[in-house]
Nanobody, 129 residues
């Protein structure tokens, strides 16, 4: 059983930056594909970014006005941690951000929640305009 704990959320002004962290325990972190999702009030959970377990392959949401170019996902297997670096934040980025882990999640579809087996409790990000 893998446990995921997110941190780093908070209140930030538009145009600012935050770095979210997600620490994993209870499994072999380096074997898991890791993802970040977010859910804004009244909206469905949506994919943000994912990092394959090997090869440095990353994926970003490609919907209109997405996070690509502003957010960067990275991981440190020695620290069992995946990060989401968020720059140029906008009010529409306000959401609860969730970390997720899954074996071969990116092969099953990085952007689909069902591809992931484990989820964190989420961390709130609020961007004020």
């Amino acid at each position: 059983q893998v446990q995921l704990v997110e941190s780093g959320g908070g209140l930030v002004q538009a145009g600012g930056s935050l770095r979210l962290s997600c620490v994993a325990s209870g499994g072999t972190f380096s074997s898991y594909d890791m993802g970040w999702f977010r859910q804004a009030p009244g909206k469905e959970r949506e994919f943000v970014a994912a990092h394959r377990w090997s090869g440095g392959v990353v994926y970003y949401a490609d919907y209109e006005d997405s996070v690509k170019g502003r957010f960067t996902i990275s991981r440190d297997n020695a620290k069992n941690t995946v990060y989401l670096h968020m720059n140029s934040l906008r009010s529409e980025d306000t959401a609860v951000y969730y970390c997720a882990a899954g074996i071969s999640a990116t092969s099953r579809g990085a952007r689909y929640s069902k591809s992931y087996d484990y989820w964190g409790q989420g961390t709130q990000v609020t961007v004020s305009s």
